[in-house]
T-cell receptor, first 115, second 113 residues
Framework: NAGVTQTPKFRVLKTGQSMTLLCAQD?????MYWYRQDPGMGLRLIHY???????AKGEVPDGYNVSRLKKQNFLLGLESAAPSQTSVYFC??????????????FGEGSRLTVL | GESVGLHLPTLSVQEGDNSIINCAYS??????FIWYKQESGKGPQFIID?????DKRQGQRVTVLLNKTVKHLSLQIAATQPGDSAVYFC????????????FGKGTMLLVSP
């Protein structure tokens, strides 16, 4: 059971370059999320999706775009990377719809360094 | 290793001791509170949750206590083991809107053999 899979796991970019992080889940979950994690900051929500074809902004959306063309995939894009986007990015999914425990299933993370 | 542990509050215990990790939350309207465990280099993993109309919930070796009067949440781990060493996050789920969680900054638990 793969659960939530993120690719790539590591990436180094130069300022101004673009890239896409891919998240794939095989649990048929409706909701998917992208978080970033920085030292001493906990996890902060970037964007999320409540179903195929839908996306919404989270707490820190600036500088990122997302797409959910297929239910199982959630892509996070950086059009012009900045050093402030150096972070560990986590994708998560859940099958809760506005109620229940809110248990999220997380991927292993993608470490991005922007030079 | 993962640098998420830098600048975090740290709790150091001996193997076999009971551990108590505390968390203050901000929103009185939150309807669920959840604890996650994050081991080095891995994604967070769900431990236990508690609904806002409860004050205590027990799991296997873990107990969560909720004090709504002072907006305080705690996670108690009985007979702490070296495998419990990790960063622990509390999270709150707001009652309105979709299922988004707001995470606390985390506490690092270090268990010595």
């Amino acid at each position: 059971n793969a659960g939530v899979t993120q690719t790539p796991k590591f990436r180094v970019l130069k300022t101004g370059q673009s890239m896409t992080l891919l998240c794939a889940q095989d649990m048929n979950h409706e909701y998917m999320y992208w978080y970033r994690q920085d030292p001493g900051m906990g996890l902060r929500l970037i964007h999320y999706s409540v179903g195929e074809g839908t996306t919404a902004k989270g707490e820190v959306p600036d500088g990122y775009n997302v797409s959910r063309l297929k239910k199982q995939n959630f892509l996070l894009g950086l059009e012009s990377a900045a050093p402030s986007q150096t972070s560990v990015y986590f994708c998560a999914s859940t099958d809760v719809r506005g109620g229940g425990t809110g248990e999220l299933f997380f991927g292993e993370g993608s470490r991005l360094t922007v030079l | 290793g993962e640098s998420v542990g830098l600048h975090l509050p740290t709790l150091s215990v001996q193997e076999g001791d009971n551990s108590i990790i505390n968390c203050a939350y901000s929103n009185s309207a939150s309807d669920y509170f959840i604890w996650y465990k994050q081991e080095s280099g891995k994604g967070p993993q769900f431990i236990i949750d508690i609904r806002s109309n409860m004050d205590k919930r027990q799991g296997q070796r873990v107990t969560v206590l909720l004090n709504k009067t002072v907006k305080h949440l705690s996670l108690q781990i009985a007979a702490t083991q070296p495998g419990d060493s990790a960063v622990y996050f509390c999270a709150e789920k707001r009652s309105s809107g979709y299922s988004t969680l707001t995470f606390g900054k985390g506490t690092m638990l270090l268990v010595s053999p």
